[in-house]
Structures are given as C-alpha cells and as structure tokens.
Nanobody, 121 residues
Framework: QVQLVESGGGLVQPGGSLRLSCAASGSIFSINAMGWYRQAPGKQRELVAT???????NYADSVKGRFTCSRDNAKNTLYLQMDSLKPEDTAVYYC???????????????WGQGTQVTVSS
C-alpha cells in the first residue's frame, strides 16, 4: 500500500505565502517524477509544477517566479513553496508521484487526497 498525504494548506491573504508538503509512505522501492496539480471550482485539474528524481523542475506559466517545487528524496517528501499568492491561486492542490513499489512491478501514478488553499482578504 502507498499513501500520499498533503499538508500545509489554509487561508492566506493576497501577497502572502504558504508551504505545502506531500509525504509518500508505504511499500516504496523508488519514486520517479513528482508533481503538484490544482483544481479550482468549476475548472479542470491543471499542472502547477513537476520535479524529476534528479531535481529538474517545470512550472506552469501562471506560477513561474512565485512558486518553488522541491523534494527530499531521503524523506520521500515533496514541497511547494508558494509566494506572492493571488486570489486566482485558490484551489485544491493535489500531490502526484510516479512510484515503483518493488523492483518487479512497473511504475504507476499515485495521488494524494488534496489540500485546500484559499487566497482572500
């Protein structure tokens, strides 16, 4: 069994900051790419940021320069530092990870349950 558990969401004023964490636990042989996605009410889920096992990152244009994605491979944990937050960043943020459970099975994607981020004055 593999679990991804997000934390760190909440209510913040425009211009503020939040740091999201996503901890992977369970039967894990290796983790490849990880990423953050978000879904606002009435909208489709969209990519926010991804990071490879080697630390290469990719960001949505809407968050470039404001969000920083990082990971701690020793802790199987993914982070998203969100600065200069805007009301349009309000959404449920989901963690995603491509995980290989044993050396004998294929990598497959896993999702966390999501954490709410609300940016409002």
């Amino acid at each position: 069994q593999v679990q991804l558990v997000e934390s760190g969401g909440g209510l913040v004023q425009p211009g503020g900051s939040l740091r999201l964490s996503c901890a992977a636990s369970g039967s894990i042989f290796s983790i490849n790419a990880m990423g953050w996605y978000r879904q606002a009410p009435g909208k489709q889920r969209e990519l926010v940021a991804t990071i490879t096992g080697g630390g290469n990152t990719n960001y949505a244009d809407s968050v470039k320069g404001r969000f920083t994605c990082s990971r701690d491979n020793a802790k199987n944990t993914l982070y998203l530092q969100m600065d200069s937050l805007k009301p349009e960043d309000t959404a449920v943020y989901y963690c995603n990870a491509d995980i290989k459970r044993t050396r004998y099975v294929n990598t497959r994607p896993y999702w966390g349950q999501g954490t709410q981020v609300t940016v409002s004055s």
